[in-house]
């Protein structure tokens, strides 16, 4: 299975809206599962992880966000911002790391604090902003 990007800053921003501090997300489908395993080995969100006799994750109760997870929910917020880091980095066919992409969001978001007009996008090579 392939890291999905998408449904993980989704789980994080579900799990952020979910107001109930002592209640446990619970997660019966395999696929989510996997992408609930990568985030807690990304140290994005404590939870316990099910797996089935092959191993592999087939369920998971998720218990909150790590200080990494809000860091990164934080940096991909923005929806606008979001969707230039899925077109520039996490393209198809793109190499790139999960550290890259949250450095990207990072940098792209202080700009926009500190005003400066220019991406970081119009420094990776073979991308015209």
């Known amino acids: 299975m392939k890291r999905d990007m998408e449904m993980i800053r989704q789980i994080l921003i579900d799990m952020e809206a979910h ?6 997300l619970r997660i019966a489908d395999a696929y989510v599962a996997y992408q609930v395993s990568l985030m807690k080995e990304a140290g994005l969100i404590d939870a316990v992880i099910i ?14 966000i790590t200080w ?3 860091d990164f929910l934080d940096a991909s ?7 230039k880091a899925v077109e520039h980095i996490i393209k198809p ?20 604090l500190l005003g400066v007009q220019t991406s970081s996008c119009d420094s990776i090579p073979g991308n015209i902003v």
């Open 19 to 24: 107001d109930k501090v002592d209640d446990v």
């Open 77 to 83: 917020r923005d929806s606008t911002l979001w969707k």
């Open 93 to 112: 066919g793109a190499s790139w790391s999960f550290s890259i992409l949250v450095e990207w969001l990072k940098q792209e978001a202080r700009r926009r």
């Open 68 to 70: 990494a997870g809000h």
């Open 51 to 64: 797996q089935n006799q092959m191993g592999l994750p087939s369920q998971a109760a998720l218990m909150g």
